[in-house]
């Protein structure tokens, strides 16, 4: 779906038209697509009467959208959502807005689309219900036309989000309208809503047949006769390939066009060089273009093999993926395309190339990325069936609403080449049961009648064949199995002939920069839920790769497994960021996840260099802990390194020796009497050099670093900015338990949108002018809030320690 924004002003829509030349060189308006978030008015509770034109909302908030109420609220242990959603509120909640349209809309399809709502979302124009949505991950759409006034009348929409009932979820949900909305217009005769399916078969390195199937929908009351054209473009959007189609269509009615056209010599998408093409496929009535739609086009072929595993493009490829939720830290739930391109880079950096969408449809914004930045993409439809996990969950709707919630999903993401399987469920209960045969059989039948490319998939945790019955129905292409790391060796004798993928593993828990010694051994929690867990006072979990849940294991004990295991087609890790809610198996005031690779804050811990150091190129050569201690202390100093044969250590100059892994190991350990000084590794390959790395014993605080990821911003009210802060001595050694309150100030073109330091136990709010270090670091994050002022963010703490500012650009 094209994403073009138009400008927007209070109250009324000042759309920017898309003017698009038809071949015959007629022009005419075609499909506008109008950035409809800014402006709402918005109140906590709940206000029926809101729908009416005279209702009064003087007293209501003005906001742009997307919006997350519960990330606003503050973390109580009574809040009804409980700790798995991270003790923030939910309730309900109402937006409201007042627009007008031009006159010459009276005669077109308009439509309002919503990328998101959660959750139980009913949407009202001028007094008139258009529908319910259950459903908060599902995108939807309704259309306004016969309820629409135009001219200088006005319109008022109004949406009610009804969160309430809890708990509802076994993670963070937030609350409220928290992805995109657009308005779209069209003519009568145009593409339906997610109208195209494209496939491509034949792919050789001399040609790609494209398979293009469009709806075309007839809004008016005659037949009418159409001309069809889809147009292959490369990047730089030269035409490529076409197909063109004559057609005549019913009243009032939708009609499938099958085309296909050939690209010679095509340019394959993989995940080190995702090339993208994109289909233009525009409707004509006689010589005018009446509709044009884009349709995103990856040319690449897979395979699952039950013996090598998975190739993609005929070359084998280990899926080394990462669970992720869809919250944003500490924007919440709130969707935004530079957020998410963050996530992503961090996690490409580290050498991920794939992302499992736990445990629900995450962002058209999240999928584009995926296509652009080439990450394989398991693409997951929802956590729970008719079977509850929690009191108010997705099974209260599921024998109304999962076959539709489905359709949406595959419709939706269907034509992304990032996406290379559907998996119907993640740890169903139903698989329990002989129930689990049914349903299974039925989600895997409409997900193939609409997409027959991809393999499904279900996320099991049973790998006992007859205590299995979502296996026993055979209805799986793709066996996901959560865990079970030690049972890996035994599944092509259990599973014959089964293709096999990790769908989820490890679950270790670290907090970032905290360190627990000596590191002897693997510690697990207790082997039943709610038992004590013999953790520290403080609610922290130790950096080193050594405590891990009872059902899972280390990062590095799992990955070892899994890179001997040739059939493993590879492997989820949950999860690649630390996520809101799930803080087992600390109580409150813990709040939010201690298995990420990353932080909450978007700050690595150490393990995701363990990770860069297997599944890069990159040379690596990390050190841990930091080296403040006490004279004496005896520590335990870990190396994570590739591309050398050994690493020495020195302290303060003397060599304590070279050390290399052996057999399976991951990383390479001293213990090291505490000296204060210089720790310096060294890692050479035959005898030359290849990457060296220090890190020093910190003095006293004289002054706070700001590093930005960005030295200029986007004047659109959505770009962000997000500046590490730090402590720092003299000579800008960080000091790693530093945790000074720092204050924030920010001028010119931006507003403040989120502060975290990624302590899973801290209260402090998200959304404030301050944040205090956690062990020596915390995160600001700045929003474009429209201002053509150039930025500057200034830091201070108390004590004599100098502010730290940072300056940005606005473009």
Known sequence: MNLHKSVLQKGTIAIALLFLVACASTKKESRIIADFNPDWNFKLGDYPTAIQANFDANDWRTLDLPHDWSIEG??????????????????????????????????????????????????????????MRPNGYISFAYELSQYLNFGTQKNIIAVKVDNDAQPNSRWYTGSGIYRNVRLVASEKLHVAKWGTYVTTRGITKDKAIVDIDVDVKNGLGTNKLFKLVSTILDKNNVEVAKAISDGNIPANSILQVKQ????????????????????????????????????????????????????????????????????????????????VKRKLKILKEMGTNAIRMSHN?????????CDEMGFIVQDEFTDVWKKKKVTNDYHKDWDAWHKQDLEDFIKRDRNHPSVMMWSIGNEIREQFDSTGIAITRELAQIVKSL?????????LTENVIEK????????????????????????????????????????????????????DSIRM?????????????????????????????????????IKKQDFMAGTFIWTGFDYLGEPDPYPYPARSSYFGIVDLAGLPKDVYYMYQSEWSDKDVLHLLPHWNWKQGQMIDVWSYYNNADEVELLLNGKSLGSKAKKGEELHIAWKVPFEAGTLKAISR????????????TAGEAVKIDLKSDKTSIKNDGYDLVYVTVSLQDKDGNLLPKADNLINFKVSGGAKIVGVDNGYQ??????????????????????????????????????????LGTVSIKVE
């Not at 031009?102 to 689309?113: A, G, H, L, Q, T």
């Not at 801290?762 to 002022?789: H, M, T, W």
Request: negative net charge.
């Open 451 to 459: 997409d027959t490319t991809r393999p499904v998939t279900s996320a």
């Open 361 to 369: 449809p995450h962002s058209l914004e999240m999928m584009k990325l």
């Open 468 to 519: 299995n019955f979502i296996y026993q129905s055979g209805a799986l292409d793709l066996l996901g199995f959560n865990y079970k790391h030690e049972d890996y060796k035994d599944f092509p004798t259990k599973f014959k002939g089964q293709k096999i993928l990790a769908s989820e593993s490890v679950s270790a828990l670290e907090t970032r920069g905290h360190y627990d010694m000596p590191t």
């Open 74 to 131: 503050a973390f109580n242990k009574d809040n009804p959502t409980k700790q798995a959603q991270a003790f923030l509120p939910a309730g309900k909640g109402w937006y409201r807005k007042t627009f007008t349209l031009p006159e010459d809309w009276k005669n077109k399809n308009v439509s309002i689309e919503f990328d998101g709502v959660f959750k139980n979302s009913e949407v009202f124009i001028n007094g008139h219900s258009l529908g």
């Open 260 to 339: 296909n056209t050939k690209i010679e010599n095509p340019i394959l998408w993989d995940t080190e060089n995702p090339y993208l093409y994109k289909i233009v496929t525009k409707v004509y009535d006689g010589s005018t273009v009446v509709d044009t739609y884009e349709t995103p086009l990856g040319v690449r072929y897979f395979n699952f093999d039950a013996e090598k595993g998975f190739s993609l493009n005929g070359k084998p490829t280990k899926i080394l993926g990462v669970c992720l939720h869809h919250d944003n830290g500490a924007l919440g739930a709130v969707e935004n395309i530079h957020a």
């Open 685 to 696: 390959k035959e005898g030359k050099i290849v990457k060296e790395t220090e890190i020093h």
């Open 761 to 802: 136990a801290s209260l402090e709010p998200f959304k404030a002018d301050y944040r205090k270090l956690y062990n020596g670091k915390c995160v600001v994050i700045l929003q474009s809030n429209k201002k053509a002022e150039n930025i500057t963010l200034e830091a201070t703490t108390a004590g004599n320690i100098s």
């Open 525 to 561: 929690w207790p082997t039943k839920h709610n038992a004590p867990f013999d953790g520290n006072a403080d609610l922290t979990v130790t950096a080193y790769d050594n405590i891990a849940s009872y059902w899972g294991t280390t990062h590095e004990e799992n990955w070892k497994t």
